[in-house]
Antibody, heavy 121, light 108 residues
Framework: QVQLVESGGGLVKPGGSLRLSCAASGFTLSDYYMSWIRQAPGRGLEWISYISTSGSTIYYADSVKGRFTISRDNARNSLYLQLNSLTAEDTAVYFC??????????????WGQGTLVTVSS | SYVLTQPPSVSVAPGKTARITCGGNTIGIKSVHWYQQKPGQAPVVVVYDDSDRPSGIPERFSGSNSGNTATLTISRVEAGDEADYYCQVWDSSSDHPVFGGGSKLTVL
């Protein structure tokens, strides 16, 4: 069965950095785009980034562009998100999600349980 | 960027029908996807491509989309349907997905 397991969250000071990981199993990672989506406490879902199967195509939400970097290692069945220059507004649960992407449409058929990032001094 | 508008809350009595709307400019020409999220859990897709259901999702969940409004309909609502519901589309102008703000379904 498909499983996505995030790790790497925690408490970090403003201006700090963190690297999130997502371990994928139950499917061939190299066949799928992958994405990160976050949810601030008590708030809605916010898509933040996706990466194509080979990593050649990457998109970011404006709110994280220039600060976050998505990457993948298909051989290790892993997805990553490097978070830099963090602010309190980045405090959220970060979900790894598998999108189905076809002909200019995308939706998310599998999600991890999320990892909490708290930015506070 | 494309904006999706959902009512913050919807209330319904058990056994009745709940309708959760998702408004967007000519959303009828887009494919709309709906997610259910229960407290402390990850979202789960309940309807994709306007009206298709993934395996395991009850037939009580259905979707429609026309004009400027998409609707998730939950028939014969049960207490276990109480959750937040999010609509989502693909924004072709910016090549990324967009979520609505979410609607909290309360079962009275």
């Amino acid at each position: 069965q498909v499983q996505l397991v995030e790790s790497g969250g925690g408490l970090v000071k403003p201006g700090g950095s963190l690297r999130l990981s997502c371990a994928a199993s139950g499917f061939t990672l190299s066949d799928y785009y992958m994405s990160w989506i976050r949810q601030a406490p008590g708030r809605g879902l916010e898509w933040i980034s996706y990466i194509s199967t080979s990593g050649s195509t990457i998109y970011y939400a404006d709110s994280v562009k220039g600060r976050f970097t998505i990457s993948r290692d298909n051989a290790r069945n892993s997805l990553y998100l490097q978070l830099n220059s963090l602010t309190a507004e980045d405090t959220a649960v970060y979900f790894c999600a598998r999108p189905l992407y076809y002909g200019g449409d995308m939706y998310f058929d599998y999600w991890g349980q999320g990892t909490l990032v708290t930015v506070s001094s | 960027s494309y904006v999706l508008t959902q009512p913050p809350s919807v209330s319904v009595a058990p056994g009745k029908t709940a309708r959760i709307t998702c408004g967007g400019n000519t959303i009828g020409i887009k494919s709309v996807h709906w997610y259910q999220q229960k407290p402390g859990q990850a979202p789960v897709v309940v309807v994709y491509d306007d009206s298709d259901r993934p395996s395991g999702i009850p037939e009580r969940f259905s979707g429609s989309n026309s004009g400027n409004t998409a609707t998730l309909t939950i028939s014969r609502v049960e207490a276990g349907d109480e959750a937040d519901y999010y609509c989502q589309v693909w924004d072709s102008s910016s090549d990324h997905p967009v979520f609505g703000g979410g609607s909290k379904l309360t079962v009275l």
